[in-house]
């Protein structure tokens, strides 16, 4: 750990589920496999009243049109942790996917930080193929436009640093630009991998996810987020429901928020 580095505290916010099967979840699977859930979340940074949202999740008619359990707005419920969206400044959006970019209406004060090759993807010729756009909402990508015509948009090229203790690095794989974020925190430096991996099991049997743009990029991603991480355990997934049984609860009961700044498993030493 660098002591002269902020540490940040981050959090998680579960915000839909989806009852679906284990063998959707890997390349390489079993038929055999069983049921395995598959959770949503947005994350948060907080140091003082410096905040930092890392995606903006979907709302309750996508959830509708998609088969999503939708369980409270990823937004408007930040507002039960204390957090006004209107004090939101910087947002990170990890990848253009719907599960990531929607309800950015809900952020007016925001500048929204992505890579330039997520845009060029979201916007080019692999759109044409279904199979690639499918995990996209065409107005989610529109709405993402009018933003870089506001003035709203950063765009990235690679890594990148955002604040002190805070940078981002693009890994691909999932999506052309796929990027993850990496904070200091009072336990180390943690990794939001966000779709780099969906599952621990993703990462650490170094077993990719089946929607992919480049599978060779996202197995590379794997070895990237070990690298960045203090450890493994340091490795925060991005759809995988132990993040909510591992770390520690926070905010009002019911929240679904959980601090990822702590030690997983509630033990302070580990
Ligand atoms: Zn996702």
Same mark, same amino acid.
């Given at each position: 750990?660098?002591?002269?580095?902020?540490?940040?505290?981050?959090?998680?916010?579960?915000?839909?589920?989806?009852?679906?099967?284990?063998?959707?979840?890997?390349?390489?699977?079993?038929?055999?496999?069983?049921?395995?859930?598959?959770?949503?979340? /947005?994350?948060?940074?907080? %140091? *003082?009243?410096?905040?930092?949202? !890392?995606? #903006?999740?979907?709302?309750?008619?996508?959830? $509708?049109?998609?088969?999503?359990?939708?369980?409270?707005?990823?937004?408007?419920?930040?507002?039960?942790?204390?957090?006004?969206?209107?004090?939101?400044?910087?947002?990170?959006?990890?990848?253009?996917?719907?599960?990531?970019?929607?309800?950015?209406?809900?952020?007016?004060?925001?500048?929204?930080?992505?890579?330039?090759?997520?845009?060029?993807?979201?916007?080019?010729?692999?759109?044409?193929?279904?199979?690639?756009?499918?995990?996209?909402?065409?107005?989610?990508?529109?709405?993402?436009?009018?933003?870089?015509?506001?003035?709203?948009?950063?765009?990235?090229?690679?890594?990148?640093?955002?604040?002190?203790?805070?940078?981002?690095?693009? /890994?691909?794989?999932?999506? %052309? *630009?796929?990027?993850?974020?990496? !904070?200091? #925190?009072?336990?180390?430096?943690?990794?939001? $991998?966000?779709?780099?991996?969906?599952?621990?099991?993703?990462?650490?049997?170094?077993?990719?996810?089946?929607?992919?743009?480049?599978?060779?990029?996202?197995?590379?991603?794997?070895?990237?987020?070990?690298?960045?991480?203090?450890?493994?355990?340091?490795?925060?997934?991005?759809?995988?429901?132990?993040?909510?049984?591992?770390?520690?609860?926070?905010?009002?009961?019911?929240?679904?928020?959980?601090?990822?700044?702590?030690?997983?498993?509630?033990?302070?030493?580990?």
């Amino acid at each position: 750990m660098s002591a002269e580095l902020p540490c940040w505290e981050v959090f998680a916010l579960r915000y839909a589920t989806v009852a679906r099967r284990r063998l959707e979840m890997f390349i390489n699977h079993d038929l055999h496999d069983g049921p395995q859930a598959m959770d949503y979340f /947005v994350w948060l940074l907080r %140091r *003082g009243d410096d905040l930092i949202l !890392v995606d #903006t999740g979907f709302n309750a008619s996508m959830a $509708a049109q998609r088969g999503r359990e939708f369980l409270r707005c990823p937004i408007g419920s930040l507002a039960g942790a204390g957090i006004e969206p209107q004090a939101i400044r910087d947002v990170v959006i990890t990848h253009a996917h719907y599960d990531h970019a929607g309800n950015l209406d809900l952020l007016p004060q925001a500048r929204f930080h992505l890579q330039e090759r997520e845009m060029q993807y979201a916007t080019g010729r692999d759109m044409r193929q279904k199979m690639m756009r499918h995990a996209y909402c065409v107005d989610h990508v529109c709405s993402l436009v009018r933003l870089v015509f506001d003035d709203r948009v950063e765009y990235h090229d690679g890594d990148w640093a955002l604040r002190a203790g805070v940078t981002v690095h693009l /890994v691909g794989g999932h999506t %052309r *630009g796929l990027q993850v974020v990496r !904070v200091h #925190t009072a336990r180390g430096w943690i990794v939001l $991998a966000s779709d780099a991996a969906h599952y621990l099991e993703n990462f650490s049997a170094r077993s990719p996810f089946p929607i992919v743009a480049d599978v060779g990029d996202m197995l590379r991603g794997h070895d990237r987020l070990e690298a960045l991480a203090e450890s493994p355990a340091h490795v925060v997934p991005g759809h995988d429901p132990l993040v909510m049984s591992l770390y520690p609860r926070r905010g009002p009961p019911g929240l679904d928020l959980v601090s990822l700044s702590e030690m997983p498993g509630g033990a302070q030493d580990r």
